[in-house]
T-cell receptor, first 116, second 113 residues
Framework: AQSVAQPEDQVNVAEGNPLTVKCTYS??????LFWYVQYPNRGLQFLLK??????LVKGSYGFEAEFNKSQTSFHLKKPSALVSDSALYFC??????????????FGKGTKLSVIP | EAQVTQNPRYLITVTGKKLTVTCSQN?????MSWYRQDPGLGLRQIYY???????DKGDVPEGYKVSRKEKRNFPLILESPSPNQTSLYFC????????????FGNGTRLTVT
């Protein structure tokens, strides 16, 4: 079975500081990994994904994520946080093989608050 | 504009009164899915559809029905809603490739009293 964990319910960071939102996963095969962002009263929006290749993935709005196979992690990062980055962030995983390969499993979400 | 459209955005109903939440996408996507979002639980999949006339259960299908008669539409039906179905519901779609991202609607907030 595939699973994903976001160990922090909330992350607070000062504007201009670097931010990290953590994600770890568990799959039996190789993972497809995604980050989505949800702004208030909106649906989720795709930020970036890791399928294969370079472990550092760049996405929308200046976000990037680093795939670490040995630590089974896919942490979301940004060098300099903006107040407008305040939102709910979801990590998601799909196992490339097995019966679960059609479906995405989402983490519980991490609320990011960027303080002016 | 490419989008997933859900209606209604807000719905308050009573226990046992059948309701339908509609979902339509204009991107010719093969795959569509319904999720519910609850505090502390994240997103959980209710049903999904790989293509027309092909649907399957997700993680929390009890109390829900779906149909996929046309490629663009994927309605979610609650035959006899109960208070534990009070939630925020999202429809999503994507092309057929497993590594492609989902496109989400703006959500339907359902309250069952």
């Amino acid at each position: 079975a595939q699973s994903v964990a976001q160990p922090e319910d909330q992350v607070n960071v000062a504007e201009g500081n670097p931010l990290t939102v953590k994600c770890t996963y568990s799959v039996s095969g190789n993972p497809y990994l995604f980050w989505y962002v949800q702004y208030p009263n909106r649906g989720l929006q795709f930020l970036l994904k890791y399928i294969t290749g370079d472990n550092l993935v760049k996405g929308s709005y200046g976000f990037e994520a680093e795939f670490n196979k040995s630590q089974t992690s896919f942490h979301l990062k940004k060098p300099s946080a903006l107040v407008s980055d305040s939102a709910l962030y979801f990590c998601a995983v799909r196992d490339m093989r097995g019966a679960g390969s059609y479906q995405l499993t989402f983490g519980k979400g991490t609320k990011l608050s960027v303080i002016p | 504009e490419a989008q997933v459209t859900q209606n209604p955005r807000y719905l308050i109903t009573v226990t046992g009164k059948k309701l339908t939440v509609t979902c339509s996408q204009n991107m010719n996507h093969e795959y569509m899915s319904w999720y519910r979002q609850d505090p502390g639980l994240g997103l959980r999949q209710i049903y999904y559809s790989m293509n027309v006339e092909v649907t399957d259960k997700g993680d929390v299908p009890e109390g829900y029905k779906v149909s996929r008669k046309e490629k663009r539409n994927f309605p979610l039906i609650l035959e006899s809603p109960s208070p534990n179905q009070t939630s925020l519901y999202f429809c999503a779609s994507r092309p057929g490739g497993y590594n492609l991202p989902l496109h989400f609607g703006n959500g339907t907030r359902l309250t069952v009293t």
